[in-house]
Nanobody, 118 residues
Framework: QVQLAESGGGLVQPGGSLRLSCAAS????????MGWYRQAPGKQRELVAV???????MYAESAKGRFTISRDNAKITVYLQMNTLKPEDTAVYYC????????????WGQGTQVTVSS
């Protein structure tokens, strides 16, 4: 059974940084496409960034230039470094594991709250 556990969320001031982590288990992690999604109150869940098994990454327009997704296959962990955070980045951030870039996979973490506020 695939399990994903996010951590690293919290309260940060505008312009600040956070690094989210997602530890995976029960899967051949190195083969998975890993993604970060977010859902703000009253909005649909949206893709933030995704990284393929080969390390190719893609970003939502809102994340380009500010966020960086990376993976450490030895630690079975995917990261999301978020810089220059804005209030509109406030959301619950979810880790996702799948097999196809651009399509959310069937496995989700429980989510971690990110709040950007002064």
């Amino acid at each position: 059974q695939v399990q994903l556990a996010e951590s690293g969320g919290g309260l940060v001031q505008p312009g600040g940084s956070l690094r989210l982590s997602c530890a995976a288990s029960g899967t051949i992690f190195s083969r998975n496409v890993m993604g970060w999604y977010r859902q703000a109150p009253g909005k649909q869940r949206e893709l933030v960034a995704v990284i393929s098994s080969s390390g190719m990454s893609m970003y939502a327009e809102s994340a380009k230039g500010r966020f960086t997704i990376s993976r450490d296959n030895a630690k079975i962990t995917v990261y999301l470094q978020m810089n220059t955070l804005k209030p509109e980045d406030t959301a619950v951030y979810y880790c996702n594991a799948g097999t196809t870039v651009g399509l959310a996979g069937p496995h989700w973490g429980q989510g971690t709250q990110v709040t950007v506020s002064s």
